[in-house]
Structure formats: C-alpha cells, structure tokens
C-alpha cells in the first residue's frame, strides 16, 4: 500500500490492521527518494493488489470489504506477482 502522511492514509492503514490483512506499507516519499524521483500523480492511500489497483480511501475500503468476504485462506495463495 501506498501512503503518505495524510489522514486517509492513517485510517487505511487501521482499516487493514483490523480486517488482519497482511499488506507492505511504503511512504511515498521513500519512493521518491530510493527510486524514480517526484511522483506527482500518485494517490495515496493506494493498493496493488494481485485483483487490481485500488485509489485513494474509498478503493482501500472496497478491498478490504471483498477481502473479508474471500476469508483468511487468501493470504494463502501466493500470487504470480510474487515473482516480479
């Protein structure tokens, strides 16, 4: 997941703890430092997940709603994504 120091980005971050998803956080300005610069039209919060891009609040809520109704055996599957 991609954050930065705003508030959506706080309550994304509870909203995953407390659906117990396991997620990597990574500021956005770490990015910006360790890798391509500046990204400017980045939203954050935003997730990458193996089912898509989710943008800002409103997307982090609606995986985390479709990941509560998979289950705890999807943090399982190992994805393809795994490997890139």
């Not at 990458?48 to 997307?59: D, N, P």
């Not at 709603?65 to 999807?74: E, I, N, T």
Request: include cysteine; proline fraction near 2%; hydrophobic fraction near 30%.
């Amino acid at each position: 997941m991609f954050i930065d120091d705003n508030k959506e980005s706080v309550q994304a971050t509870h909203a995953f703890e407390s659906a117990n998803i396991s997620y990597l956080k990574y500021h956005i300005k770490q990015f910006e430092e360790n890798c391509c610069g500046e990204v400017p039209t980045t939203i954050t919060p935003s997730v990458f997940a193996v089912e898509g891009v989710y943008k800002g609040l409103r997307g982090v809520k609606e995986y985390v709603s479709f990941r509560k109704k998979k289950g705890h055996d999807y943090d399982k599957i190992e994805s393809e994504s795994a490997y890139w």
